[in-house]
């Protein structure tokens, strides 16, 4: 098979996997005259596909052959697709090719599992290897691990990488065992307490000064929305531990969507994308606007309301607390009224200090009246009891009717 078909093939089959953002990669260069590419704190884009999505990183597997049978995976071993390998030679070519065609700023390299997790991070690490040794490549490079392979292995991945990866694919152990038997939950977040210890030590030789060491910046994972019975709150326990016991950079959700040929035992419809949409403005709550998981879903609401936002779901259950007066009210407290993101926050704050708040103020900062008005009060107003009432809001930001099909 020739290098175009394998990219044919491997490029595609990669592209079910969401966590591959390049942002917190340290800043390199080779404007010195030395080395290959580039790799700046949050990606530069140098293409677009037809449908207008944004490339900078060439995204791949080294095989789509793999010894697992994850049954919400179109990779796995009883599925009936077309295989390909490329050897990690293979893989520094395309790289750099791509690179100098100025296609690319980094590489995104995943893999199936070929005869051991091991021999399979082994060709990982030798690609990245690699282009960092051999051909001093100073763009960005995300190495999706394996938690099966051993400890060495994976911190060689670390060594090379600017992001690595350990998808956790579900919540529980309880439906890996069903739909994913090879894999272990508590496996994977041994592997991700290692990650992070050495990821806590490369940053405090950084603070020491350590400006040659080459280590990885952070570790992400994936779950899949919507393959099993895993309720929203299950999903945010899970992602609250990440971040507060293994310091993830990110958790990306992907809603699960029907494959070619699919197990019997796998849902036939496709998760709601809003369903995926809900669970980021969740997970945004929790990381940048202080919020807990048990105040997001309450344990009588173990799974987020569609309709409306999870900030707005939250201020409806909690009208007791509003409205603030934007006079005295906190930076927390104001982080958490429907309509304020922390940058308009910070403007208030700063504002307040040489003025008494009006609407007109609100709105010369762009903050959306419509939204913020029940939950604020200000110099010149002051909303009513009733514009609190549950109905009144929700029929304010209900969604537009739409006109059925008449044909399906």
């Not at 504002?351 to 007109?360: A, G, N, Q, S």
Request: hydrophobic share 35%.
């Amino acid at each position: 098979m020739n290098l175009h078909d394998k990219l044919a093939i491997l490029a595609d089959a990669a592209k079910y996997d969401a966590s591959c953002a390049s942002s917190g990669a340290q800043r390199r260069d080779s404007k010195n005259g030395t080395g290959v590419g580039s790799a700046g704190g949050m990606g530069i884009c140098h293409s677009y596909a037809p449908d207008g999505r944004c490339i900078s990183l060439l995204k791949l597997l080294l095989t789509n052959r793999c010894i697992y049978d994850c049954h919400y995976c179109i990779n796995r071993r009883s599925s009936n697709v077309r295989r390909a390998a490329f050897t990690p030679d293979e893989v520094v070519r395309l790289t750099l090719d791509f690179y100098k065609r100025n296609y690319i700023e980094g590489l995104f390299l995943s893999s199936g599992i070929t005869r051991s997790a091991d021999h399979t991070m082994e060709q990982l690490v030798e690609v990245a290897r690699t282009l960092r040794e051999t051909h001093d490549f100073r763009g960005y490079i995300h190495l999706k691990t394996i938690p099966e392979a051993s400890p060495e292995l994976i911190e060689k991945a670390a060594k090379y990488a600017d992001r690595i990866s350990l998808n956790l694919e579900l919540p529980v152990q309880t439906s890996l065992d069903r739909l994913a038997p090879e894999k272990n939950l508590a496996r994977t977040k041994q592997a991700m307490g290692r990650i992070r210890l050495k990821l806590d030590d490369a940053a405090e030789r950084r603070k020491q000064g350590d400006r040659k060491l080459r280590h990885a910046t952070g570790q992400s994972t994936q779950v899949i929305v919507g393959a099993d019975a895993s309720t929203d709150a299950d999903f945010l326990t899970r992602s609250e531990e990440l971040y507060q016991s293994y310091r993830l950079r990110r958790v990306y959700y992907s809603a699960f969507s029907p494959i070619p040929e699919p197990s019997a035992i796998l849902p036939a419809k496709p998760a709601p994308l809003l369903r995926e949409h809900r669970l980021y403005q969740a997970d945004w709550l929790m990381r940048f606007y202080g919020f807990q998981r048990s105040e997001i879903t309450p344990l009588d609401q173990p799974n987020l309301a569609l309709h409306i936002d999870p900030k707005l779901a939250w201020a409806l259950r909690n009208r007791a607390l509003f409205p603030l007066d934007l006079r005295t009210a906190t930076r927390e407290q104001l982080l958490r009224v429907p309509g304020l993101g922390p940058r308009n926050v910070e403007r208030i704050l700063d504002l307040r200090r040489h003025t008494f708040i009006r609407l007109d103020d609100l709105r010369r900062l762009r903050v959306p009246l419509g939204k913020v008005r029940p939950f604020l009060a200000t110099a010149d107003h002051r909303p009513s009891l009733t514009e609190l009432e549950s109905d009144r809001i929700l029929a304010r930001f209900a969604p537009k009717p739409e006109q059925l099909e008449l044909f399906c």
